[in-house]
């Protein structure tokens, strides 16, 4: 992710809260199941993705691209909706 100018060495996956869920326009999971809180009414997408654990940065590189292309295509289905 540097790379690509992210520096995420602070940063760590964090659950979900209810609050959060609830304030939100869609909900992006990645394959965490009944383990997300599920809120009657919002928007859920289960993008599944490979795990990037343990790959290298060249198997990363296709996952990381995926993650940006379907972000922008949310933000572009998003900002015709408001």
């Known amino acids: 992710m540097a790379e690509i100018g992210l520096d995420l060495s602070r940063e ?8 959060q869920v609830q304030a ?34 060249q198997a990363v ?3 990381r691209d995926d993650i940006h292309q379907r972000v922008r295509q949310l933000l572009s289905e998003l900002d015709a909706t408001a």
Not at 12 to 19: A, I, Q, R, S, V
């Open 12 to 19: 760590f996956p964090k659950p979900l809260t209810g609050e």
């Open 24 to 57: 939100a326009d869609a909900v992006i999971t990645m394959g965490c199941g009944d383990a997300c809180p599920f809120y009657p009414g919002q928007r859920y997408l289960d993008w599944d993705l490979t795990d990037p654990a343990g790959l290298s940065v």
């Open 61 to 63: 590189r296709p996952i």
